[in-house]
């Protein structure tokens, strides 16, 4: 459950909200949109954690635990993605080889 937060600490819903539209993009697929979401998100990261006045301790390690939750789920989905796209490489240079093995068994 996400406290309610005030004042300094309105970046953390902000934190929130960013990854949760990361793994959102992530389940559609859409690495462009994870990849620019994460560069706003890393960039209010840095903000709190370099700022004069930081968030209040509980409530920033409330919002660190989520992220890594979402971070988490963020990593199994890229590497199903990952590991789907090397599956359709490896075929795409089966069906290579066996289109060159047929010319040349062909003549053509």
Partial sequence: MTPAWHGEEAPLDE??????????AAREQD??????LDVT???LLKTVFEGMRRPAPAALA????QV???????????????SEFASALD???????????????SGE
Avoid: C, P
């Fill in 91 to 105: 075929g795409m240079r089966q069906g290579r080889r066996a289109q060159a093995a047929y010319s040349e068994t």
């Fill in 41 to 43: 998100r890393d960039a």
């Fill in 15 to 24: 934190i929130l909200t960013l990854s949760a539209a990361m793994l959102e």
């Fill in 68 to 82: 890594l939750a979402f971070d988490r789920q963020l990593m199994a989905l890229g590497e199903q993605a990952r």
């Fill in 62 to 65: 409330v919002v660190v635990q």
């Fill in 31 to 36: 690495w462009i949109a994870v990849a620019n």
